[in-house]
């Protein structure tokens, strides 16, 4: 049996099959030792010397093995030396599988018989250090072999046997597990002895392998407390690793680990600081990155990234540290192009989010100096999901940035969403993401907030510098924000306007619309101009509320320049009149002629729309401009009769048009419409406005309802049918209202 | 038929026993006819005593002219076989010439006999020692019988045993070094010691250490030199690397070795040798010999 463990042909996997077989027979075998020397039918050690007898050494050393573990149990002789000869004499296998299972058949069954403290084999006083000594010279020969089968059979295979080394790996890393149980292997004597050994072998073996696997063994193998304390041991062993090493990895395990420890114990913090943790990461990852000149990027930024972690999570308080962490990626990186490796800015974006997640404050990671350096080496798009995770921050966290400086720099972050990146035009960027990313920017552009109001002026210079140069394309997205923002500020001054009171009051209600005069032109030059348009006559309001006439008048005129020039789509003329006649019809601070040229303006202009009804119903809109009901608003009645008989005639004419052209009139809605705005002005006690219109055209809408050629249309009819009931309800109210609707006569 | 054999037969039995025969130390021995037997152990300047018994068979009579003991050692060279030499040989007589009716014992002895050389049985030469019963008779032949013994002599540990220790190699290709911890071993001695690999380039599949033993016989151009392998021993399995350092421990007991004989009576030597040898992966073998030299230590119960 023991025979055909000397085959080479087995792969590993069905070695270890034939091993456990083995194995159990070798248990049994001990078992049958046992007995016969308890009953005293021969001595172990003339057994002992017996299985020597064995002519191959691979089943003798076997045999020797399971001799020895009886040895050990009899204690006719020290477990120390039994165990130094078996793991001496194991040397006689030099093959790498066989000698491996060999070994790990040693380590198993001396596993309970080390001279440990508190075990009963332990000897004289220095015991602990045999059976560390044992274990340690086990595991440093297991090694060897382990490192050494990569070089055995022909180069072709190399893959395959990489594989099947791995799958063999545990019988090494049994050892450190081994290591890390017995007891006597204390802080002491483990940053004495057993980790530099240790550590010696991993750097010796020279295979990228042996050592990954290994340093991770070290790493879970043994207390957190003894890493703590070893730190710097430990780091000084991976700068000489080999550079295929993934140290990345394992040192992102080791500070993971180091960091969970900080967090679920805090009294180990000052521990923490005591060995300063970070100084000597932060100086072995250096020391890594320039043993490893061609270390990718995005190792050398996952392992920054590690150590931010851990920075972030054992010294939260230290900002300096994380901004040193960031200068030294800064400074691994520059020199560099643009990072073009998709997995390295994936590192970098978790680099920077990191500290966002953590100080879930923007304003912290503003004061990182070297934050917007470290992202300065993202491709334009990355940058674009930095500047966006950023402001998600930003709104989840409902953080105000409140000073200038601040907001410039967050702009300078979030640049690649600002403005177009230089020379690179991405044309292929989906429609939806772009807004959906000048959404989020406009989102931002409100979270802008200083009490301060000169604060809040430089914040939205700063803010119109950054998005002015955003180009075509975004600005209709962060105008509009910037605009509401000012205006915001613009409200709030009018609100205590008594205590402003001086000449060196450097906000004023006029800088800012000054500003918005800028920023609006700059998006009506985009062209954008039904959007300007609309911001332009907010600002007109927002002026009108301050009392400048003279900046209203111009938020004015350039609407309607805009109007003129800009706006041609039919449709959309009309939606603008209507604002215009809106807005314009709020306004109660222009001067009479200033008025009146811009009531003409709007007249003249609802009268010029293309379609009759459009130009009806903007005609009859535009009675309003002349009947403000406030205390000292307008009321010049005539004109607005004349606005609403011109609107009727357009009606006519609309109608007639319609009979022309298909044959049958068209809807007598426009009529009710009319009809609607004549009883409104009724009420309000306009004097031009007389029951006798109204019953006329009442009558009117009746003909044309029962007209041959009337088209029936439910809609109208409902419509026409609710304004009679209304004044028929007006009539039954009585009071002066009544009164006044008794002449009308509705039939 | 009883009548018809009785012609053939010798007319008597003759026993050849020792006087210490119950209690000495026995070993056994291989015969010619493939056989082992038992017999007893004596070592040199012992005196060797007992008695010679001589029955006549039934009713019969022995004639004789006289009877003798002899103590011969003997070599006999397998090539020239059934011609022994006698180096030593001692003669007592036990009777004057008269007739022998019925059993008759004769006690004898040799004291301190002078024994220098060890009973030996190679592949080409045999020594033995014996002791031999003659009836001497007239006109018939003598009647014979002989006892083997053994002889078996003892040395003291030697005062000078050096280690062996060596580098050998070949250029650029393997360089190993190997201690031997003794260069003179008793039979139920240890060999331990190290190969030491200062430089591997050949892929080593095994090592093993073989005990060989050199008996060369005859002199001159008559010699003839018989090799035979007694004991392989692996030591090593698998290729190891430079700096690697194995561990030798061969038992010397389970083998049956002799001690080194020089030159015994210009017949024959025997010598032992320690043979490392390589195997590569395609069955090459590389070795290097060394003598050892091996004694007899008597047997006490710490001695092992």
């Known amino acids: ?132 000594e044992f274990v340690l010279q086990n595991f440093i020969e297991m090694n060897k072999l382990w490192v050494r089968m990569q070089h055995q059979g022909p180069q072709r295979d190399k893959e395959k046997r990489e594989k099947e080394r791995s799958e063999l790996r545990d019988l090494v890393g049994k050892n450190l597990h081994v290591l890390s ?21 991993v750097v010796n073996c020279k295979d990228e392998l042996a050592q990954f696997y290994l340093m991770d063994c070290i790493i879970q193998v043994f207390p957190d407390e003894y890493h703590l304390q070893t730190l710097e041991t430990l780091l000084s062993a991976f700068p000489q690793l080999q550079p295929g090493v993934d140290i990345k990895t394992v040192l992102s395990q080791l500070m993971d680990r180091l960091s969970n420890y900080a967090a679920s114990s ?83 974006v978790a680099l920077l989010s990191a500290p966002l997640e953590k100080y879930s404050n923007i304003v912290t990671a503003l004061e990182l100096s070297n934050y917007p350096k470290v992202m300065d080496h993202l491709d334009n798009s990355t940058t674009k999901v930095m500047a966006v995770v950023i402001i998600q921050s930003i709104m ?18 979030i640049k690649g969403l600002i403005k177009d990146m230089d020379g690179t035009q991405d044309d292929d960027v989906d429609e939806e993401d772009f807004k959906e990313e000048q959404n989020s920017v406009a989102r931002l552009i409100h979270m802008l907030y200083n009490e301060d109001q000169e604060e809040m002026l430089k914040i939205i210079c700063t803010v119109q510098k950054h998005i002015l140069r955003g180009g075509p394309k975004r600005l209709p997205f962060t105008v ?22 001086g000449e060196d009051v450097p906000t004023t209600p006029k800088k800012i619309f000054q500003i918005l005069n800028q920023t609006i032109e700059a998006l009506y030059l985009v062209p954008c101009p039904e959007l300007s348009l609309r911001l332009y006559l907010q600002c007109a309001e927002a002026a009108n509320d301050c009392d400048l006439e003279p900046v209203a008048y111009e938020f004015f005129t350039q609407a309607f320049i805009l109007y003129e020039e800009e706006i041609a789509d039919s449709k959309a003329q009309v939606t603008a009149i209507h604002l215009i006649i809106g807005t314009l019809q709020r306004m109660n601070i222009f001067g009479v002629e200033n008025r009146d040229t811009l009531t003409h303006k709007a007249t003249g202009y609802s009268a010029k729309l293309l379609k009759k009804p459009d130009q009806c119903r903007a005609v009859y809109a535009c009675s309003h401009l002349f009947w403000v009901e406030d205390q000292d608003g307008v009321k010049d009645g005539e004109r607005v009769l004349l606005c609403l008989k011109r609107a009727l005639r357009i009606a006519n004419a609309a109608q007639q048009m319609a009979n022309a052209a298909r044959g049958s009139s068209g809807s007598i809605s426009l009529f009710i419409e009319i009809l609607n705005k004549y009883l409104y002005f009724f009420e309000k006690g306009n004097p031009q406005i007389t029951s006798s219109a109204i019953q006329g055209l009442i009558e009117l809408i009746t003909t044309e309802m029962q007209g041959e050629n009337a088209t029936s249309d439910p809609s109208a009819e409902a419509f026409f049918s609710s304004t009679m009931r209304y004044i028929q309800f007006q009539k039954q109210k009585g009071g002066s209202m009544g009164e006044k609707y008794e002449t009308i006569k509705a039939s | ?198 430089l591997v380039r050949i892929k080593i599949k095994n090592m093993e250490l073989e005990i060989r033993r050199r008996e060369s016989t005859g002199s001159g151009p008559n010699t003839y030199v018989e090799t035979e392998t007694l004991a392989k021993f692996e030591l090593m399995d698998g290729a190891p690397v430079r700096g690697e350092s194995i561990p030798i421990r061969l038992f010397l007991s389970p083998y049956e070795l002799t001690p080194t004989y020089r030159n015994i009576n210009n017949k024959f030597s025997v010598k032992y040798y320690l043979n490392l040898v390589l195997v590569d992966e395609e069955d090459r073998r590389y070795f290097k010999q060394q003598e050892i030299s091996m004694y007899r230590l008597l047997d006490t119960p710490a001695s092992s």
């Open chain 1, 1 to 132: 049996m023991l025979s055909e463990l000397r085959t080479s042909r087995l792969s590993p996997h069905k070695y270890y099959e034939l091993y456990m077989r083995a194995f159990d027979e070798l248990r049994k075998l001990e078992m049958f030792f046992r007995e016969e020397t308890t009953r005293g039918n021969c001595s172990v050690v003339d057994l002992y010397e017996l299985v020597q007898h064995a002519g191959n050494v691979l089943p003798r050393l076997y045999l020797l093995c399971t001799v020895g573990s009886v040895y050990i149990k009899s204690k006719e002789a020290p477990a120390k030396d039994v165990l130094k000869d078996l793991v001496e004499m194991s040397r006689g296998i030099q093959h790498p599988l066989r000698g491996l299972f060999l070994r790990s058949y040693l380590s198993q069954i001396s596993r309970d018989k080390l001279p440990d403290i508190g075990s009963e084999y332990e000897g004289d006083a220095d015991s602990v250090n045999d059976a560390i």
């Open chain 1, 181 to 201: 149980q017995i007891e006597g292997v204390d802080l002491e004597m483990y940053k004495e002895t057993v980790l530099p050994r240790i550590l010696e072998q």
């Open chain 1, 266 to 348: 805090p009294e180990v913090l000052p521990e923490f600081l005591q060995v300063e943790a970070f100084a000597k990461f932060s100086s072995a990852i250096g020391k890594v990155i320039e043993a490893q000149p061609d270390m990718p990027a995005v190792s050398a930024i996952t392992l920054y990234v590690s150590l931010l972690t851990f920075t972030l999570r054992v010294h939260p308080d230290r900002l300096d540290y994380v901004d040193q962490v960031l200068g030294a990626c800064v400074k691994k990186l520059s020199g560099k192009e643009k990072l073009q490796d998709s997995r390295a800015t994936k590192q970098i």
């Open chain 1, 396 to 413: 989840k966290n409902t953080t105000c940035v409140s000073t200038s400086d601040k907001v410039e720099a967050l702009f300078e972050l």
């Open chain 1, 480 to 501: 509009p924000s910037l605009v509401f923002l000012a205006l915001k500020l613009v409200r709030r001054l009018q609100g205590q306007d008594g205590d402003v009171v």
């Open chain 2, 1 to 198: 038929m009883n009548y018809l054999m009785g012609a053939f037969k010798p007319p008597c039995n003759i026993t050849i026993t020792f006087s210490d025969g119950k209690t000495r130390k026995q070993v056994s021995v291989k015969k010619e006819n493939g056989k082992t037997a038992m017999v007893p152990v004596f070592q040199s300047l012992e005196t060797i005593s007992g008695e010679v018994s001589i029955d006549p068979v039934q009713g019969k009579k022995v004639e004789h002219t006289g009877v003798k003991i002899e103590l011969l050692g003997q070599i006999e060279l397998y090539f020239d076989r059934g011609n022994f030499y006698d180096f030593t040989s001692l003669v007592r007589e036990l009777d004057v010439p008269g007739d022998i009716y019925e059993k008759k014992t004769y006690p004898f002895e040799f004291s301190s006999v002078e024994m220098p050389y060890e009973s030996y049985n190679g592949t080409n030469v045999r020594l033995r020692y014996i002791l031999r019963v003659t009836i001497s008779r007239n006109y018939v032949s003598n009647i014979t019988e002989h006892r083997d013994f053994c002889v078996r002599n003892y040395s003291p540990v030697p005062t000078m045993n050096n280690s062996i220790k060596m580098e050998v190699g070949i250029e650029d290709c393997l360089h190993i070094e190997f201690e031997y911890s003794k260069s003179k071993y008793h039979l139920k001695d240890v060999i331990i010691g190290k190969i030491y690999f200062l």
